[in-house]
């Protein structure tokens, strides 16, 4: 494969840092080509992987990127970015994604993780691979990056939502590891109580979460870094603003809906949002 066929679509000092610096993963270091929004050519495939409050500001860089035959895969937290995502380029354009049992923690350009994890993929429901999806899987094989595809990718998006809602609200308030989320009564008591919160209100949006779920999640914590920390824990201590409306602000949403009480998110929000002034 290659190298040279990707790039950062990046402006002000993220482009300067990023064509000066590179990045570094796990010590090795990367010199990736970065372009500038207006320089962006008609890309076969865009992944979106920016944090939520800055979507509406990507999904303007992206646009001379897409092209006849783009095809645009978010790998962002929430259960909505798909959405955004087709209203401005056309569902046809949008496969669902989401990445699972990752561990990185960043510093700047500076990326280090103990587990990979793995992208999940695909369109709402596989039952049969299409050929935009297999195409996807074929670049992903040559790449060597761990992968799978769901049967149903909107019950995933909803698993990994839960999973965000708990533990990375739990981290960032608790200044929690992966290790203390794991290990602490306190932490495994809150994390769970959010986590049931979006059980109740996927099951009520016909979404198949159980109580089977939350046990799903503590195999995956338990091979993750010890050390390692949840992306909004990361955002908290670097002073960045958090997803906090994305996750609590969200369940906040869905429950005033449908008419379930949120009270452990509502508490979580409450806390949370004063991180992002």
């Not at 570094?24 to 320089?39: K, L, Q, T």
């Not at 990445?99 to 350009?109: F, K, N, W």
């Not at 452990?264 to 929000?269: A, T, W």
């Amino acid at each position: 494969m290659d190298p040279n066929c990707v790039s950062f679509i990046a402006e002000g000092s993220r482009y300067d840092r990023l064509k000066s610096d590179g990045i570094i993963v796990n010590g090795n270091h990367y010199n990736i080509a970065v372009v500038r929004p207006e320089e962006a050519t008609h890309a076969d495939l865009i992944l979106v992987a920016v944090k939520y409050h800055h979507l509406n500001q990507a999904l303007e860089h992206l646009k001379n990127g897409v092209g006849p035959q783009t095809i645009i895969l978010s790998v962002m937290n929430g259960i909505d970015s798909e959405e955004r995502i087709g209203a401005v380029y056309g569902m046809d354009k949008v496969v669902y994604g989401l990445t699972l049992g990752i561990d990185a923690v960043r510093e700047d350009t500076v990326i280090t993780y103990k587990n990979q994890g793995q992208i999940l993929f695909g369109e709402e429901k596989n039952t049969i691979v299409t050929d935009r999806v297999q195409r996807i899987r074929d670049l992903f094989t040559r790449a060597v990056l761990a992968h799978s595809i769901p049967p149903d990718m909107i019950r995933s998006l909803w698993f990994k939502f839960m999973i965000n809602v708990g533990a990375n609200q739990t981290s960032a308030l608790l200044r929690a590891t992966y290790g203390t989320l794991h290990s602490s009564s306190e932490a495994r008591e809150l994390m769970d109580s959010a986590m049931r919160e979006v059980i109740t209100i996927a099951r009520a949006t016909k979404v198949d979460l159980s109580e089977k779920d939350i046990g799903e999640w503590y195999k995956i914590l338990a091979r993750l870094n010890p050390a390692g920390k949840t992306s909004m824990l990361q955002d908290v201590e670097a002073g960045r603003e958090t997803e906090v409306e994305m996750l609590a602000g969200m369940i906040l949403k869905l429950g005033k809906r449908h008419g379930i009480p949120t009270p452990v998110n509502q508490m979580l929000y409450d806390k949370l949002r004063w991180e992002s002034k």
